[in-house]
């Protein structure tokens, strides 16, 4: 492949590689007519804009045959049918890896090469996944598309969102390894981890002596005695 180029025919752009050509975004100056409700984000299409919905609304319509898993994308469907075929007509040349999407294929090449076409124009920092740069940018466009349906607390990152959810749900996903005992949060669990390992507490109430891990949790508690007041004789 080297030696060739090819060009963008949208943008007019050359690109030097296939791998480039494939990942490659033009930034065109389209209106952005159709606007999501809950988190303001713009859409040049309608089409575009329903699919974006479905992350608001939790709506599937796409469901496998085989598993009856459901999917916001069509696309989304048809990787996941891979697991069920396995197919994976994309193999990497340097490992023989293979994989079912061009997408992961073209990813998975850039733990080789060391190529990170994702590139935020606002920061400049380089991404070899597109999922990663996708996140990325929500640091800087403040879009939380994760809103939790009880208390409409939003978030950034799937994963975020899932662990607040069991704050609602009750589900205990974190476990002692030496008492068993769950925890809804990792913080958590690793506050307990304390009682274990003998650690001593950093900040103590000069009041009622009780101890606390952190500074800012030990004046909220002083108020208490304080009614309100912060004391003086808390360092």
């Given at each position: 492949m080297e030696g060739k180029s090819f060009k963008y025919e949208v943008c007019d752009q050359t690109l030097t590689q296939t791998s480039k050509l494939v990942r490659h975004q033009c930034v065109l100056a389209v209106e952005k007519a159709f606007q999501c409700e809950v988190c303001n984000k713009s859409f040049s299409a309608l089409s575009n804009l329903r699919v974006h919905q479905r992350i608001h609304t939790g709506e599937k319509p796409?469901?496998?045959e085989v598993c009856d898993k459901a999917f916001t994308q069509?696309?989304?469907l048809q990787v996941h049918q891979t697991i069920h075929t396995g197919e994976k007509p994309f193999k990497c040349?340097?490992?023989d890896k293979a994989f079912a999407t061009s997408t992961r294929f073209l990813e998975h090449q850039s733990t080789h090469t060391g190529e990170k076409p994702f590139t935020c124009e606002v920061c400049g920092k380089s991404f070899s996944r597109s999922s990663h740069f996708r996140?990325?940018?929500r640091v800087h466009t403040g879009e939380k598309p994760f809103i939790c349906e009880v208390c409409k607390k939003s978030f950034s990152r799937s994963s975020n969102f899932r662990e607040h959810q069991r704050i609602h749900t009750g589900k205990k996903a974190f476990q002692?390894?030496?008492c068993n005992k769950y925890f809804t949060q990792l913080s958590g669990l690793v506050?307990?981890?304390h009682i274990h390992t003998g650690e001593r507490k950093t900040f103590t109430c000069d009041v009622?002596?009780?101890d606390f891990e952190q500074l800012w949790a030990m004046l909220a508690h002083h108020r208490i005695h304080t009614a309100g007041k912060p004391s003086e004789s808390c360092d």
């Open positions: 796409y469901t496998c069509l696309s989304s040349e340097f490992c996140i990325h940018q002692c390894e030496v506050k307990h981890r009622c002596n009780k």
